[in-house]
């Protein structure tokens, strides 16, 4: 099984984030000390994604898995993005706020990359009024983000209630900006993760479910 | 007067935390006390007024930010006096603080390091409402005494 934050921001490319990635891993380590189920997270920056750079070495550092992905704006509200490559990233103007949700997943899926609509239950930012307005495309989602970190319980309770209503998987993310906040909300899988191709791998065909702890 | 804290004494996780609730009385004192404000207010009432707030799209009135900002200073200031220096305090306003809100206010020890023999303490901030939003979250920078 493996515990995986898959919202964060970082001073690296999150310019409202306070936080570095050397900052969230000490935090990990504070949170499983204290009892916390983490085993990494995936940094999924606003509108940008770097593809040189890599985290590996420090994650090593700590015992921790840091992925990348990114969260993009759409016409439906944010998404996270993952498994992005440079076809991808050459294709789509990432800092475009008004991406189209059905060619940006039809492209992550050219790509076996997954896209996951962040902060579900929010409005304007999340998915919730646009189905209600019919303009999401249901058969293109597989996944959502039910529980997320910065939002309140009533928005994630109305998340759920969309993804009952269609039968969609559930991911956890703290979407933190600031280190205490990392672990949050994460994402519980049954399968082993090591990299982002696993990352993928799961989220396509695995069972995993949004997972929050009460406080210790 | 606090007594004063010193870096040996801070650990990894440590907690502060205060609450404040932020009356329209507090507000208005705040707002008398600080006239840079008066521009804002003359021009649309947020701070003040529920018609005004509503002109903006907001259910009540709110909290001007920088009041927001004083509250969190006040519990960082608070934590370090009287010998402790603030080096830098960063937040994000991430959603409006409505009058009457209760607040908790929090600052969460997220490092503590020794730099160039001062003892120096990274705090993550934050004020949470009692419908589990947190209008404000950032950073603090403080130096603490060592013994």
């Known amino acids: ?88 990233v050459n294709h789509f103007d990432l800092s475009d706020v008004h991406l189209s949700h059905v060619k940006l997943i039809d492209a992550l899926n050219d790509i076996g990359g997954f896209a996951v609509p962040a902060h579900a239950g929010r409005p304007s930012i999340g998915m919730a009024a646009y189905v209600d307005d019919n303009l999401v495309e249901i058969e293109k989602i597989v996944a959502i983000e039910v529980l997320n970190g910065g939002s309140n319980n009533e928005e994630n309770a109305r998340a759920q209630l969309i ?8 991911v956890g993310g703290s979407d933190a900006h600031f280190v205490s906040s990392i672990g949050k909300c994460v994402t519980l899988f049954k399968s082993e993760i090591k990299n982002e191709e696993d990352l993928v791998r799961a989220l396509k065909n695995d069972n995993y479910s949004a997972y929050e702890e009460q406080s210790k | 007067m ?11 996780g440590q907690e502060f935390s205060d609450t404040y609730i932020a009356s329209s009385e507090k507000v208005q004192q705040f707002l008398d006390a600080n006239r840079t404000l008066e521009r804002t207010e003359i021009e649309d009432g947020r701070f003040t007024s529920k018609e005004g707030a509503s002109t903006l799209g907001l259910e009540k009135p709110i909290l001007p ?20 220096k603030l080096h830098k ?22 490092d ?36």
């Not at chain 1, 940008?48 to 898995?65: E, M, P, Q, R, W």
């Not at chain 1, 993804?163 to 559930?170: G, I, L």
């Not at chain 2, 305090?89 to 997220?110: E, G, K, M």
Request: charged share 25%; with cysteine.
């Open chain 2, 112 to 147: 503590a390091i020794i730099e160039d023999g001062k003892g120096i303490i990274k705090l993550d901030i934050a004020l949470e409402n009692n419908r589990g939003e947190k209008p404000l979250q950032g950073t603090a920078v403080v130096e603490l005494p060592t013994k």
């Open chain 2, 89 to 110: 305090l960063d937040a994000s306003f991430r959603r409006p603080v409505f009058h009457d809100d209760f607040l908790n206010l929090s600052a969460l020890v997220v």
């Open chain 2, 2 to 12: 606090n007594k004063q804290l010193f870096f040996s004494d801070i650990e990894l």
């Open chain 1, 1 to 88: 099984m493996t515990y995986l934050d898959l919202h964060a921001h970082s001073t690296d490319a999150s310019d409202d984030a306070g936080a570095t990635i050397e900052g969230y891993l000490k935090w990990c380590v504070v949170r499983r000390q204290k009892g916390y189920k983490i085993d990494g997270f995936v940094l999924t920056e606003h509108r940008s994604f770097d593809l040189k750079i890599t985290y590996d070495s420090i994650a090593d550092k700590y015992g921790f898995l840091v992925l990348k992905g990114a969260e993009l704006e759409t016409d439906i509200g944010h998404m996270l993005v993952y498994g992005l490559n440079k076809k991808f």
């Open chain 2, 65 to 84: 930010g920088v009041m927001s900002m004083s509250i969190m200073s006040k519990l960082i200031t608070d934590i370090i006096a009287p010998n402790g």
């Open chain 1, 163 to 170: 993804a009952n209503k269609y039968n969609f998987k559930t």
